[in-house]
């Protein structure tokens, strides 16, 4: 074969880590459960971890799914509002979105909600799983209209569905590939996976995302996954980063 010229040789196109810009430090952490305990603890790392280093703003970024399968729910969605109450970003995940129908009296969903761990949020709520179990959908239905808190379930309709920051696009599932941002829906962000997962193309942004557990932070060239499992792995997981820089904490 005869080597083309140096002058005629294609040369890579250099490419710029992503970069959340160097003035600001985000923390985002990956799918609660209701594990109220896991989050406490994270969150007491973060603040070690960012008085140790140079000041400057610092930002919580919440992927979503904070409620179901875990034995606290009601309580992260009571830290959730307080984080956001002093500048922390919550966003909705598809467990808020069934939570919120459910809340809201709507008993279609309940057979769904049942089966993603839905009882478990119930009984953070006051209602023991073993009476749930003997209820049909309407009464559930009912129950959850009287005894959840409103604030809660206003508060877990009112996330957000994504936030950009610098080069990172952080939402819950994921994005519908090929598609600009402006033109996502909102079930795909909640919802979507293997079309996501699978595909390698560069997005607009790097995107960090929850929604699909994984043992450890799984890191692709166009996205980063932190859930983790905690409400069965016991490792609730926070993705750091400033400027281009990322690192990441963990529990136990």
């Not at 594990?35 to 140790?52: F, G, H, M, Q, T």
């Not at 009571?78 to 970003?89: N, R, S, V």
């Not at 792995?233 to 281009?244: C, D, E, M, P």
């Amino acid at each position: 074969m005869i080597a083309l010229p140096s002058f005629l040789r294609r040369k890579p196109v250099p490419t710029e880590p992503p970069s959340v810009g160097e003035d600001r430090r985000v923390y985002a952490i990956g799918d609660i459960h209701g594990r109220a305990d896991l989050l406490e603890s994270l969150l007491e790392r973060i603040k070690a971890d960012n008085a140790a280093r140079d000041p400057v703003a610092s930002q919580i970024v919440l992927l979503g799914d904070l409620v179901d399968r875990g034995p606290d729910s009601a309580r992260v969605i009571e830290m959730a509002m307080a984080l956001a109450a002093h500048g922390g970003h919550c966003l909705k995940g598809n467990h808020e979105e069934l939570f919120v129908r459910a809340a809201r009296g709507d008993a279609r969903v309940m057979p769904h909600f049942r089966r993603m761990g839905g009882m478990a949020t119930l009984a953070s709520y006051g209602l023991e799983e073993g009476v749930s179990a003997d209820m049909d959908d309407a009464a559930l239905a009912g129950w959850m209209l009287a005894h959840i808190p409103r604030a809660h379930v206003d508060f877990a309709d009112s996330l957000a569905d994504f936030v950009e920051i610098g080069d990172y696009l952080f939402v819950h599932a994921g994005i519908r590939p090929g598609r600009p941002l402006t033109a996502q829906h909102p079930e795909d962000l909640r919802w979507i996976r293997a079309e996501f997962l699978t595909d390698r193309r560069p997005h607009s942004h790097m995107v960090v995302h929850g929604h699909s557990i994984t043992p450890d932070v799984d890191e692709r060239p166009n996205r980063i996954g932190i859930d983790t499992g905690a409400y069965v792995s016991g490792r609730l997981t926070a993705l750091a980063l400033q400027g281009s820089a990322r690192w990441r904490l963990q529990t136990p």
